[in-house]
C-alpha cells in the first residue's frame, strides 16, 4: 500500500521560504516520476513542480527560479524547497506518484503580504 505523507507547511510571510516533505512508502520515490501539486481555493489542482526517475526537473512557470524539488533516494522522500515566496502560492499542497494514482493528504502554505 502506497503511503505518502507531506509535512513542513504553514503560515510565512511574502519573501519567506519553507520546505516541503514526502515521506513515501509503499514506492522507491528514485524509481518513479514524484510530484508537487497544489490547489488554491476556488482553482483547479495545477502541477507545481516534477522529478523524474532520472533526475530531471521541470516546474510551472510560475514558480520557476523560486522552488526547488528534489529527492533524498535513502530517505525515501521527495523535498519541495520554496524559496522569495508570494501570496499567491498560498494554496494546499500535495505530493503525488502520478502514475500510480497516489496522493498524499496535503499541507497548507499559507503566505502573508
Known amino acids: 500500500q502506497v503511503q505518502l505523507v507531506e509535512s513542513g507547511g504553514g503560515l510565512v510571510q511574502a519573501g519567506g521560504s519553507l520546505r516541503l516533505s514526502c515521506a513515501a512508502s509503499g514506492i522507491i520515490v528514485s524509481s518513479r516520476t514524484m510530484a508537487w501539486y497544489r490547489q488554491a481555493p476556488g482553482k483547479q489542482r495545477e502541477l507545481v513542480a516534477a522529478i523524474t526517475r532520472v533526475g530531471s526537473t521541470n516546474y510551472a512557470d510560475s514558480v520557476k527560479g523560486r522552488f526547488t524539488i528534489s529527492r533524498d533516494n535513502a530517505k525515501n522522500t521527495v523535498y519541495l524547497q520554496m524559496n522569495n515566496l508570494r501570496p499567491e502560492d498560498t494554496a494546499v499542497y500535495f505530493c503525488?506518484?502520478?502514475?500510480?494514482?497516489?496522493w498524499g493528504q496535503g499541507t497548507q502554505v499559507t503566505v502573508s503580504s
Open positions: 503525488a506518484s502520478p502514475l500510480s494514482g497516489s
